[in-house]
Structure formats: C-alpha cells, structure tokens
C-alpha cells in the first residue's frame, strides 16, 4: 500500500489538473459557437451606429467569421475574437438621447438583451462592450430598416438567390430571420417553442442542408416556427414535396375531420369519376385527415391548429402520383376507391355565379345580409340606404373584407369608442415595442339601432378579425360561428433567401390588453359545420344565426 499511494497521488493530481485546465478552457461546441455569432451579429447590426448607418458590409463581415470559427474551440479564443472585432467597428460616440426617458407606454415581453451577461459564453470585458453598445446605440435613421406610417419594412439586403450554394450562405439566411424575428416580431413571445431554443434546434439543421430541397424544407421549418397565421414561404420545391402538383378533380367541405365531396370537376380527358357527389372521405393514402393535417404541420406557419387547417384543406386531394387510394363512405357502406389524378391545366371547373354584395333574406325584408368578402367602400352608402329598415343585419365576416372598417363604423356605431390596441416597433431600441390605443365610430345619433350578428369561422382573420371587434363595439352585437384564425396586425413582407415571405409586423389586443393572437376571436354562440349539414345543403351557421334573431336565443 505505502508503495502505491505516492503513484496514486500523481495520476490524482495529473486528473485533477487535466480538468481544471480543461475546465477554464471551457470548450464549447459548434452550436454554440455559432449561436452566439448569430447573437452577436445581429445585435450589432441593428444597435452599432456604424453598422446601423450602412458604413460595413455586414454579410461579407459574418461569413468571414463564420470561417474563423472553425478555428476556435474554446471560450477564451471566442471572446478574443469577438472584442476585437467590435473594436475594429470604430468608436461609439457617448449617445444623449438614449439616456431621455419617452413619454411612451412600453410592451416589454419580446424584449431581451439578457444573452449578453450569459457568463459561459461571454466574457466579462465583452458583456460591458455591447452593454456599452446598448446604452449608446444608433437612433434615427438605418440602413437596414426604413419605417412608413409606424410600419417597419426590411432594406438593404443582399440576396444570394434562391439555391442551395453553401454551408455559409444557409447559416448567413438563418441569422438573418432569426434576427427578424428577435427584434421586430411583436408575437415573439407567445411561439411555443421558445425563439432561443429555435435557434439552438436549426443550426444543426441548416448545417445538413445539401441540396435546394432540403435547404427549402430547413427554411419552411424555421418560418413555422413563428406559430403565426400571417407567416407562410414561397418554394415549388416545397409545394411538391409536400403537396404534389396533381389533384383529384373534385371539390369538397371539411367538417369533423372527414371531407364531403360537393362537387365532380370533369377534365379534357372526359374519363369518368369513381367519386359522386355526397361521399365522405375519411382516409388518404392510410392517413386521416386530421393525421394529414399533423404531417403538414412541420413546415406550415399557423396561430393554432384550425388555422393550420384553413391553411391546408386545399391540399388534401394533391399528390405527386397519378393516383391517389381512399376510403369512403357512400349510403352507409364503406368502401376503398382508387380516384386518378390530373394537373390543374387538365382540370375544367365551371365559374361560379358572383353572390350579391347586400340582400334581405326573408320575404318580410325584416333581416338583411352583406358579403363582407365583396362589398367594396363605395358601396357601403347604398348597402345602408338599403338595409337600415331592416330589424336585423347579418355582417358575413368568413372571408377577407375590403378596408371597409372606418365607414362601416360611422355608419353603424353610436359614438366614438375604443377598439383595439396596437403595439409598434420602437426604431431606437429595438426589440421594445410602444403601444397606441385606437378608438373608431363617430358621434352618430342616426346609428344603426337593429341586431348586428356577425357570422366568422377559421378563415376570418388580420382584417376580419379587427372588423369583427369593431362591430362587437355596437350595444346589439352577437358573434355567431367558430373561433377565427388569430392572426391579427399588419404584416412585414420580404424576401428570405430570395423566396416570398412574410410575418406579423404589429400586435394588435384589446383595449384591456386581452390577447386575440393565437387565440382568436371566440364567438359569443358557437357552431361549427357538420357533415349532416353539409350533406343537406345547409350553411348551419346563419341557420344559427336567424334563430338567434328570431328567438334572442
């Protein structure tokens, strides 16, 4: 034993400092490395005076990083590299206007700087430069961003086409919408995954993209992620992988997870469909629909699962294969049919008979109707003069109304009410959002003194959803149908990677401060469709709706 112990106490002591050597290393991984970057990057993009002004090529300054990273493993390199490269970014004059506190009421929930004291990542004298940075940032004009009427639109920015090109490149994309996002989404905070862990999950990903396809799907992944109804990205190759550029040629109704078949579109082909009108296809190719709706869910921005929904029952029937297997039901029996597919340009489908903008619905002109989805702001007086008599209007709002909002209000609210709080981007700090209460009506003793019902489901949104608090501003109002999409603000439209693409540029809540993103707007009487209805030729939710108005019920 007394031989041993002195061996013993040396291989201890050379254990002990391997990992205290290794330990004040602190190595750190590609990810992190890399997250970090994409942190640092993009703080200084938009709060360095010199880099906010447009003094630096930005793009050309991340890829040259990204390079040097791969030279470094440990957190004292890391942090060598990082204050040097602020240092060369020029001095950072004393700003007196960052230190005046506004007048301004701040919504504060997506703002977070607090990577920065991140002590296993940052080093202490790095922390105190961007802190410094902060505290001193640009204001006024940037380069990167411009701002119209409180709205923020994205400029500047170099595109390197829509391809697959580099590891790099791919990364330098993903930076650049993470940042958009960390700044300049007011719904940041409410994703369900949230948008630092986003980061930590795509890197890896984006580093595996080897072709245009799965750099597309990596793309479409991430803008997902955003959980918002408004968001959606451009790609045929994203389209094809998941939809397919085929069809069967019918058209059909979602309810209770199954859909109707409505109508049997012919083709030039005139070959005979193996589906009628009145089936109820319940199985795809061996998937429900609801599990169809999962799988397209990865890749789909929505604000919940029935605006997921909305935004995929067109794509149900599509497929890249010239056929496509289901099951059925047809008079009670359940069967199993092969339907074929075609493209669109092979598909005849006969144009529909434009509804009326405005009617009554009943004989005795005691209830009137308007299609909010086709009545334009010029017809709205005559709409009126129409329909004033009327002891009950019903405003359909299961569609996209056309900016009629403030005349609409003048017309029917008896005064001046508050409506909706907007939050706007704050251009001087970004990340920090102010928040304006928004009133709407008029002093109108002549308003409309009948019952306004208002008839919404999953594909009343943005608009829709800030014309629908409007009306349920007026002392009669009753919200008739299903919860809508909860996407609500204006939107930012751009370019990722040279594809369309847009998200949520403003958030919008009730005045109370109550959220309608995500949520949406819950009706005060809810009814979603059923196959039966369906079947009957039925529209269930103003069926509802006229019981409401017959009975106060």
């Known amino acids: ?67 040097e990273l791969k030279g470094i493993n440990d957190k004292k390199a890391l942090n060598k590299l990082y204050s040097q490269w602020i240092e060369s970014l020029g001095n950072v004059p004393v700003c007196k206007k960052c230190k005046v506190i506004e007048g301004k009421s701040y919504f504060l929930k997506n703002f977070d700087l607090g990577w920065i004291d991140n002590s296993d990542v940052f080093s202490k004298k790095v922390s105190e430069k961007l802190h410094y940075i902060e505290n001193n940032r640009n204001t006024g004009d940037h380069y990167y961003f411009g701002v119209g009427n409180r709205k923020i639109y994205f400029r500047n920015e170099k595109s390197y086409g829509a391809g697959y090109t580099s590891k790099s490149i791919a990364l330098l994309e993903l930076f650049r919408y993470w940042n958009y996002i ?46 918002d109804s408004h968001a959606y990205l451009y790609s045929k190759h994203i389209s094809l992988s998941l939809y397919g550029n085929r069809k069967v040629p019918v058209e059909y109704s979602y309810a209770e997870g199954k859909l109707l078949v409505t109508k049997i579109n012919s083709t030039r082909f005139r070959e005979k469909s193996l589906l009628n009108i009145g089936d109820v296809i319940y199985d795809i190719e061996g998937k429900t629909i609801p599990e169809m709706v999962n799988s397209f869910a990865k890749y789909v921005p929505a604000s919940n699962s029935w605006g997921k929904l909305h935004k995929v029952k067109n794509f149900f029937l599509m497929s890249p294969k010239d056929s496509v297997a289901m099951k059925i039901e047809r008079s009670g029996q359940n069967l199993m049919v092969t339907a074929k597919t075609y493209y669109s340009k092979d ?39 129409s329909l004033k008599s009327a002891q009950s209007i019903i405003f359909d709002l299961r569609n ?50 009948g019952n306004v019902v208002v008839l919404v489901n999953e594909s009343t949104q943005s608009q829709a959803e800030t014309t629908v608090m409007m009306l349920k501003q007026h002392p009669k109002a009753k919200v008739i149908g299903s919860n809508t999409s909860g996407a609500n603000g204006d939107v930012i439209t751009f370019k990722i990677a040279g594809l369309d693409t847009r998200f949520t540029g403003l958030g919008a809540y009730y005045p109370d401060g109550r959220e309608t993103q995500r949520i949406g707007i819950i009706p005060d009487i809810i009814v979603r469709p059923t196959i039966e209805g369906h079947k009957e030729g039925k529209d269930e939710v103003l069926e509802r709706a006229l019981h409401y108005i017959k009975t106060n019920e």
């Open 400 to 449: 996209y109304p056309r900016q009629t909002i403030i005349p609409l209000s003048r017309l029917l609210l008896p005064a001046t009410v508050p409506y909706y709080r907007f939050n706007f981007p704050e251009t001087n700090y970004p990340g920090k959002f102010y928040s304006i209460t928004n009133s709407i009506g008029r002093n109108n003793p002549e308003y409309y003194k």
């Open 182 to 227: 960390e700044y300049f989404f007011p719904y940041k905070y409410e994703t369900d995954q949230p948008w630092n862990d986003v980061l930590t999950e795509m890197i890896p990903k984006f580093l595996l993209a080897n072709n245009d396809e799965s750099y597309h799907l990596a793309l479409a992944e991430l803008v997902a992620k955003t959980d």
């Open 1 to 67: 034993m007394k031989t041993l112990y002195p061996l013993m106490r040396k291989h201890f002591i050379f254990i002990l400092l391997f990992f205290s050597f290794n330990f004040s290393a602190q190595i750190l991984s590609e990810t992190q490395k890399l997250e970090s970057l994409c942190r640092v990057w993009g703080f200084l993009k938009y709060y360095h005076p010199s880099v906010a002004k447009g003094n630096l090529e930005w793009d050309r300054q991340l890829l040259h990083k990204i390079d």
């Open 347 to 385: 598909i005849i489908t006969e144009k529909s008979i434009a509804p009326a903008k405005w009617k009554f619905i009943d004989p005795e002109k005691k209830t009137g109707y308007v299609d909010m989805g086709i009545i334009e702001k010029e017809d709205l007086d005559e709409m009126y003069g």
